[in-house]
């Protein structure tokens, strides 16, 4: 059988084990790497670009909501993410999808169904808890925002979740190994996407997206 390359991204050892325990399960030979926080599962995602799949908690140390998954869509296009989290309720599995994630499998769904859900999406379709009706976004702002969003590069995306936790430019600056007047470029930048005029309006944009999540 094929050998394939699993990223498990999430930042609480039990639930990898659980996420590890899945994947082993499919056939063919796996090569699993392990990340407990943002910066590691970029790193793994950047040195492993032949990856098959990277299971993505939407809650991790280094990034806040879906900034995560907007930074790693952009900067691996080619990489399928699947969603795997506690806050698994529709507006949130919509989101995530819309965002560019290739699946979403719920914290609380058993190992046979993440497995099942991971091999969907490995033969190409998109993976979504059973209770999920699908829909489109209901709020016309909050559709406007996604696609605003999207349009951010990988580092803006990054930029605007750092933002979001609170962190000056100067701490940006420092956390992404750059220069503070960068770091004001990406701001203005930022802002110009999402047609504010200051870092806090920005903050709240993200939060419009981020609201549904509690976890």
């Given at each position: 059988?094929?050998?394939?390359?699993?990223?498990?991204?999430?930042?609480?050892?039990?639930?990898?084990?659980?996420?590890?325990?899945?994947?082993?399960?499919?056939?063919?030979?796996?090569t699993?790497?392990?990340a407990?926080?943002?910066?590691?599962?970029?790193?793994?995602?950047?040195?492993?670009?032949?990856?098959?799949?990277?299971?993505?908690?939407?809650?991790?140390?280094?990034?806040?909501?879906?900034?995560?998954?907007?930074?790693?869509?952009?900067e691996?296009?080619?990489?399928?993410?699947?969603i795997?989290?506690?806050?698994?309720?529709?507006?949130?599995?919509?989101?995530?999808?819309?965002?560019?994630?290739?699946?979403?499998?719920?914290?609380?769904?058993?190992?046979?169904?993440?497995?099942a859900s991971?091999?969907?999406?490995?033969?190409?379709?998109?993976?979504?808890?059973?209770?999920?009706?699908?829909?489109?976004?209901?709020d016309?702002d909050?559709?406007?925002?996604?696609?605003?969003?999207?349009?951010?590069?990988?580092?803006?995306?990054?930029?605007?979740?750092?933002?979001?936790?609170?962190?000056?430019?100067?701490?940006?600056?420092?956390?992404?190994?750059?220069?503070e007047?960068?770091?004001k470029?990406?701001?203005?930048?930022?802002?110009?996407?999402?047609?504010?005029?200051?870092?806090?309006?920005?903050v709240?944009?993200?939060?419009?997206?981020?609201?549904?999540?509690?976890?």
């Open positions: 059988m094929a050998a394939s390359t699993f990223i498990i991204a999430d930042d609480h050892p039990l639930f990898r084990g659980a996420l590890r325990q899945a994947v082993t399960g499919i056939d063919g030979t796996q699993i790497i392990e407990g926080d943002f910066e590691a599962a970029r790193k793994a995602a950047a040195e492993h670009s032949d990856a098959d799949l990277m299971l993505l908690d939407l809650a991790m140390p280094g990034v806040s909501g879906f900034s995560g998954l907007m930074a790693l869509r952009a691996f296009a080619s990489l399928p993410l699947v795997v989290s506690a806050t698994d309720d529709p507006v949130t599995i919509r989101r995530a999808l819309e965002l560019g994630a290739s699946g979403f499998i719920s914290k609380s769904a058993g190992i046979d169904e993440i497995r991971i091999q969907s999406v490995l033969e190409g379709d998109i993976a979504t808890p059973a209770s999920y009706q699908g829909g489109q976004e209901t016309p909050v559709a406007d925002l996604i696609n605003r969003l999207r349009t951010l590069t990988p580092q803006q995306s990054r930029v605007l979740g750092m933002l979001g936790e609170g962190l000056l430019n100067k701490q940006i600056a420092y956390e992404l190994g750059v220069s007047a960068t770091i470029a990406h701001v203005s930048a930022i802002l110009l996407k999402l047609k504010v005029d200051s870092r806090t309006q920005a709240i944009q993200l939060g419009k997206i981020n609201m549904a999540m509690v976890a």
